[in-house]
């Protein structure tokens, strides 16, 4: 199947510190991009969908300043907390879809496991 | 509204024996697509299966299985002589083709414990 790569896979930072993690399809293009966040032992909740070229579309109740999302090319897409406190400690999950093939199964980047202390 | 619902929270067999993982949906939509992950302890997502709503057939790909059944909006699938490795908490999950991003609704998952 296809590649998602995401970027770093477990990162600490000290709060009030922003932090980026990236996204990529490797072996293809992708126009959408999704973030997820999984709490401990919780399901993935859709933040946001990203898609290329344009603003990113939110989900309910996710803040578009503190959740950055950027999606400039076909294959990259990043994500950045802004002003990171503890409660945004997460697992972060990207994923993507094939360009222009509807209905693929979305392929999943490795997760980036967040703390802020 | 688009909706899944894995009800099992936790199960816990012996290995060897089968289980069943049960996905209750709800969609206005008449196109829609349904989708198992698994994920183990590492974390990442691995795709199982995807199946669109006019394709009812019952799927079996080595030890595992899925059932759909539009009538009861389920979608379950089964594990045969499960294993150790099969461990993992797995999610169903929901797309429509309403919404033009195809975006997952993920349910809240089903953790699968196979003990020795």
């Known amino acids: 199947g296809a590649v998602v790569s995401q970027h770093p896979s477990r990162v600490i930072c000290k709060s009030g510190t922003s932090v980026k993690i990236e996204c990529r399809s490797l072996?293809?293009?992708?126009?959408?991009m999704f973030w997820y966040r999984q709490f401990p032992k919780k399901s993935l909740m859709l933040m946001a969908t990203?898609?290329?070229?344009?603003?990113?579309?939110?989900e309910q109740g996710v803040e578009k300043d503190k959740f950055l999302i950027n999606h400039a090319s076909l294959t990259l897409s990043t994500l950045t907390v802004t002003s990171a406190h503890p409660e945004d400690s997460s697992f972060y999950i990207c994923?993507?879809?094939?360009?222009?093939?509807?209905?693929?199964?979305?392929?999943f980047g490795q997760g980036t496991r967040l703390t802020v202390v | 509204a688009q909706k899944v619902t894995q009800a099992q929270t936790e199960i816990s067999v012996v290995e060897k024996e089968d289980v069943t993982l049960d996905c209750v949906y709800e969609t206005r939509d008449t196109t829609y697509y349904l989708f198992w992950y698994k994920q183990p302890p590492s974390g990442e997502l691995v795709f199982l299966i995807r199946r669109n709503s006019f394709d009812e057939q019952n799927e079996i790909s080595g030890r595992y299985s899925w059932n759909f059944q539009k009538s009861t909006s389920s979608f379950n699938f089964t594990i045969t002589a499960s294993q150790v490795v099969d461990s993992a908490v797995y999610f169903c999950a929901l797309s429509e083709r309403t919404d033009s991003s195809y975006k997952l609704i993920f349910g809240s998952g089903t953790r699968l414990l196979v003990r020795p």
């Open positions: 990203s898609n290329e070229g344009s603003k990113a579309t939110y």
């Open positions: 994923s993507a879809r094939v360009h222009r093939v509807m209905n693929t199964e979305a392929f």
């Open positions: 072996d293809f293009q992708a126009t959408t």
